[in-house]
Nanobody, 119 residues
């Protein structure tokens, strides 16, 4: 099992930027497939960005604005630029069984961090 702790959320005006971090601990030897999901009030949780060895995948609505990355210290990041009010949601870090944006593939979830974008 992997423990995931997100940080970096907050409130920002439209057009601003935030950088989310997710620190993984525990059984991190198989953390090759990681992702960020988000859930807005009244909406289903959706995959935002995923990363595996040599590849990434993004939700269409965030392409060109968000970037997922990782370092060697079991931390993944989500750089979010040109934020829009519709990006407002709780963002969750996830360790996955398979690569992609499908929540069914998630093995472990973090508790999330809130992102609020005002117009």
């Amino acid at each position: 099992q992997v423990q995931l702790v997100e940080s970096g959320g907050g409130s920002v005006q439209a057009g601003g930027s935030l950088r989310l971090s997710c620190a993984a601990s525990g059984d991190t030897t198989s953390n090759y497939r990681m992702a960020w999901f988000r859930q807005a009030p009244g909406k289903e949780r959706e995959g935002v960005a995923a990363i595996s060895t040599g590849r990434t995948s993004y939700l269409d609505s965030v392409k060109g604005r968000f970037t997922i990355s990782r370092d060697d210290a079991n931390t993944i990041y989500l750089q979010m630029n040109s934020l829009k009010p519709e990006d407002t949601a709780r963002y969750y870090c996830a360790a996955q069984r398979t690569f992609g944006l499908d929540s069914a593939s998630v093995r472990d979830w973090g508790k999330g961090t809130q992102v609020t974008v005002s117009s």
